[in-house]
């Protein structure tokens, strides 16, 4: 067991499983092209089934309601697009790895696009039939947090 615990709450990982009807396709789409790194892969002896676990870093859950989702879309893409969920990475180089993505056999939703929030998003149709963002932040978290409307419900109220 590898230890992420550290100053996590109860909750130490975040794991999205991802069934892909082109497994091959899949894993060299997220890990040779996207570049997670590959933590851990098992195949059952005899049976055909495989998985392979993909270390993306550090993972939030964002929970956002209908009206930010909406926001969003607009921000993004310029119409509603998302489906309830959507995956997000974020990327040092964003419109490189998007381009790089394309090329691999993602669909385009939008290009890169700069956010009020001052990331640089791109949308897209990936493997494993999830509809993925890749942002590239702009600003760090403290200077973000600095800026209207951004923060923790607990600093907002």
Same mark, same amino acid.
């Given at each position: 067991?590898t230890d992420n615990? =550290?100053g996590?709450g109860?909750?130490?990982?975040?794991?999205?499983?991802? =069934?892909a009807?082109d497994?091959?396709q899949a894993?060299q789409?997220?890990?040779?092209?996207?570049?997670?790194r &590959?933590?851990?892969? +098992?195949e059952a002896e005899?049976?055909?089934?495989?998985?392979?676990?993909?270390?993306?870093?550090?993972?939030?859950l964002e929970?956002?309601?209908?009206?930010?989702?909406?926001?969003?879309?607009?921000?993004e893409?310029?119409?509603?697009?998302?489906?309830?969920?959507?995956v997000? +990475? &974020?990327?040092?180089?964003?419109?490189e790895?998007?381009?790089?993505?394309?090329?691999?056999?993602?669909t385009?939703?939008?290009?890169?696009? &700069?956010?009020?929030?001052?990331?640089l998003?791109?949308?897209?149709d990936?493997?494993?039939?999830l509809?993925?963002?890749? +942002?590239?932040e702009?600003?760090?978290?403290? &200077?973000?947090?600095?800026?209207?409307?951004?923060?923790?419900?607990a =600093?907002?109220?």
């Open positions: 067991m615990t =550290e996590n109860p909750v130490v990982q975040l794991r999205l499983v991802v =069934e009807d497994y091959e894993v789409f997220y890990r040779d092209v996207l570049g997670l &590959e933590q851990e892969a +098992f005899g049976e055909g089934a495989k998985v392979t676990i993909l270390h993306a870093g550090y993972a939030t929970i956002a309601n209908p009206a930010q989702r909406r926001m969003i879309d607009e921000v893409v310029g119409h509603p697009t998302t489906p309830r969920l959507r997000a +990475f &974020e990327v040092l180089d964003g419109e790895r998007t381009q790089k993505l394309v090329d691999a056999g993602a385009l939703v939008a290009p890169p696009t &700069e956010t009020p929030w001052q990331s998003n791109s949308r897209l990936a493997p494993g039939g509809h993925i963002t890749l +942002f590239q702009q600003l760090s978290l403290e &200077e973000r947090k600095k800026r209207d409307g951004f923060g923790t419900d =600093e907002r109220h």
